[in-house]
């Protein structure tokens, strides 16, 4: 269903030039590593940002302590840093944003294609 919604999005180019951050969680201790990777390769083909901060959070059901804060801190780290890093990377994308965009690439190849 994530795919799906981001395919519909993804038609109104609406995710270009944005930064993307994940945060995967699973019952094991992988954290949904691999779906975090692909979403990763899929906010590239969308012409999006992908963080390298993006997170996992493995053993979910004891991630968080009963007040919903990270019982680990490196966890809340973590956090902390994706958080700060979509901050920082959505204003600068904003601000290239607001001096112009190149169209999106398919459709530029497209026009040259159409052009030769």
């Known amino acids: 269903m994530l795919k799906n919604a981001l395919d519909s999005v993804w038609l109104s180019f609406a995710f270009r030039n944005k930064p993307f951050g994940v945060v995967s969680y699973s019952g094991g201790a992988t954290g949904g590593v691999r779906a975090a990777e692909h979403l990763a390769q899929i906010a590239v083909e969308m012409e999006s940002a992908p963080l390298q901060s993006s997170m996992t959070v493995p053993n979910v059901s004891s991630a968080f302590g009963d007040d919903a804060t990270p019982a680990d801190p490196w966890l809340r780290a973590r956090l902390t840093a994706l958080l700060d890093d979509l901050s920082w990377w959505g204003r600068a994308l904003h ?12 459709l530029r190849i497209r026009a040259a294609m159409s052009a030769a």
């Open 95 to 106: 601000a290239a944003r607001a001096e112009g965009q190149l169209p999106p690439a398919k």
